[in-house]
């Protein structure tokens, strides 16, 4: 069935023009610092060619009217750009992707948002941070990295799971391998297993005063920095977070189509639901539209939506605002929304003041990792190596 | 009333849109003020401690820290000293210093570092020493830890 025209911009090739101008300059000023560097032909093709992506992507969101499809598009290459570049940065510093004991003795490990979830509870009590990073200075200092964390909490809530995280992407990429997924019943109680992680490991942070997540758990460390194995200790700690990879990030994301680590073991994910109760934008359904063809809940990447939360009217705290089952109604039933607002009208208007922020967002975080990681591209075809 | 709770609800919107620009543009400054709050520290078990002092032996910059107790929530029983060599030009090949963190003018341990291999061999001079915990070489300097009882 052919979905309805919501949108204003939807079909429209002015109107989309239109409002993707001031994303342009948006765009021009985030991914260049305001000067372009054009130096040389690969940094010129890097900065044209991301430039180009990135319009390209936010036209065909106001364009075609679908949220999700060019939004996974930048995102996964957001998380493969990211890793790219982190791990080439680190081989150059370090020489390998791990770390030793003269990295934490230095206090050099680079802070990421979800170590935000373990330091909070010993700050209040020790009136300090438990984590081997720089407070200020340096790559991913831990004062530079909070305050992203509350100016994209209080902008996105947790939208940032899905506009700016640079991990999100992996689970994102492999959760569409599979078009139709052989796990299709996942009890939507597994939902609020992320709150559950949230809960052990700030109580386990507290007690031992260690980020224990990062220590031990942290999946991601696969495709960032991990400790070098020096002790039989290290190796189990190897051993879990390359386990939670494979089965978290590739494993069960491909046979479900769901984004299982994200919705069920992100402590960070757990922690932003929180601040999507304060956040200006959430997603609403309308129940005189909707069919309860139940597209949506099987769609919903973070198992954010079901049959009582069609009844309700919205999906639960743990939405990311990924706009999947936004692009899957062919009812033209489920909207972004601004809280306060009525929610049977505006849409256009709700969708573009949601728009603006959370690609921005994307631009951000991208905009760097992409057109370094192009020349670094360059670079393996020309020299055969990426240092 | 609906009218006034909607203007505000657009309003907040366009400052969402505002913030993120202003996250990022700001951050330095905004992460400079943060960096000022009494919190945003390193805690001693991953900084070291305080220095409590410093001094010059046989050409290397000795700095013993503060001993680190830390246990559950609240300080406890065991813990650590970071002890610090530093040189000026490079570090020799090994570094043998009798160590008093208690300021008891008694020695508490001696080390023996071979800074080639990291091998580290501690005596024991005070019951409340235990072991080597990290002797690692950061920078131009030579790091240990030597776990502690209270």
Redesign the interface.
């Known amino acids: 069935m052919k979905k309805n025209t919501v949108y204003a911009t939807e079909g429209s090739v002015w109107k989309s023009l239109l409002l993707t101008f001031p994303m342009v300059l948006?765009i021009l000023l985030?991914i260049s610092g305001g000067k372009p560097d054009l130096t040389s032909t690969d940094k010129a093709f890097a900065f044209l060619f991301t430039f180009v992506f990135l319009v390209f992507l936010f036209f065909q969101i106001l364009y075609t009217g679908k949220t999700d499809k060019y939004r996974a598009i930048g995102f996964i290459a957001l998380s493969l750009f990211f890793a790219l570049t982190f791990i080439v940065n680190l081989v150059r510093a370090r020489g390998s992707m791990t770390f030793?004991?003269?990295t934490?003795?230095?206090?050099e490990i680079p802070f990421c948002h979800i170590v935000t979830t373990m330091i909070i509870i010993?700050?209040?009590?020790?009136?300090?941070?438990?984590?081997?990073?720089s407070?200020?200075g340096g790559f991913a200092?831990?004062?530079?990295m909070?305050?992203?964390v509350?100016?994209?909490s209080?902008?996105?809530g947790r939208g940032f799971c899905s506009w700016g995280c640079f991990y999100g992407g992996w689970d994102d990429a492999t959760s569409r391998i599979m078009r139709k997924p052989k796990i299709k019943k996942i009890n939507p109680v597994f939902r609020w297993m992320s709150f559950a992680v949230l809960l052990i490991i700030a109580i386990t942070a507290?007690?031992s005063?260690n980020p224990v997540y990062c220590d031990w758990l942290c999946p991601f460390k696969t495709v960032t920095e991990f400790e070098k194995v020096t002790s039989f200790t290290v190796l189990m700690k190897t051993v879990v977070f390359l386990s939670l990879f494979i089965g978290l990030v590739i494993i069960l994301p491909v046979l479900t189509g769901k984004r299982i680590q994200c919705a069920t073991f992100c402590p960070m994910g757990a922690l932003l639901s929180f601040t999507n109760k304060i956040?200006?934008?959430d997603v609403r359904i309308s129940k005189d539209q909707c069919s309860n063809c139940e597209k949506c809940t099987n769609t919903c990447p973070t198992l954010s939506l079901n049959t009582p939360d069609l009844e309700a009217g919205k999906p639960s705290i743990t939405c990311m605002k990924c706009g999947k089952c936004i692009d899957a109604c062919s009812k033209s039933a489920i909207h972004y929304h601004?809280?306060?607002?009525?929610p049977d009208r505006n849409f256009s208007?709700?969708r573009n003041?949601?728009l603006?922020?959370s690609f921005?967002?994307l631009v951000?975080f991208l905009g760097g990792p992409m057109q370094t990681g192009i020349m670094l591209l360059f670079k393996l075809i020309k020299t055969g190596s990426l240092l | 009333m609906?009218k006034f709770?909607?203007i505000?609800?657009?309003l907040?919107?366009?400052?969402?849109?505002l913030?993120?620009?202003?996250?990022?543009i700001s951050?330095?400054s905004?992460?400079?003020q943060?960096?000022k709050l009494?919190?945003?520290?390193?805690?001693?078990?991953?900084?070291?401690g305080e220095i409590n002092r410093s001094y010059l032996s046989g050409g290397l910059q000795v700095t013993v820290n503060k001993p680190v107790y830390?246990s559950?929530?609240?300080s406890g029983s065991s813990g650590f000293v970071q002890v610090a060599f530093s040189a000026i030009d490079s570090l020799p090949v090994t570094i043998h210093e009798n160590i008093d963190f208690d300021f008891d003018d008694k020695t508490d341990f001696n080390v023996l570092i071979d800074t080639k291999t990291g091998t580290t061999l501690l005596k024991q001079q005070n019951l409340k020493v235990r072991s080597v915990d990290?002797s690692?070489?950061?920078?131009n300097n030579w790091?240990i830890r030597v776990n502690i009882e209270e």
């Open positions: 948006l985030f030793s004991e003269e934490l003795l230095a206090c010993p700050a209040v009590l020790t009136n300090s941070i438990i984590f081997p990073g407070i200020i200092s831990i004062a530079s909070l305050v992203i509350v100016g994209v209080l902008a996105l507290a007690i005063l956040n200006a934008f601004i809280r306060g607002t009525p208007w709700a003041l949601f603006f922020p921005m967002l951000i | 609906k709770i909607a505000q609800a657009y907040w919107a366009i400052a969402c849109f913030i993120i620009p202003v996250t990022f951050n330095d905004l992460a400079s943060l960096a009494p919190f945003m520290k390193i805690h001693p078990r991953y900084s070291g830390w559950r929530i609240a990290v690692s070489r950061v920078k790091i």
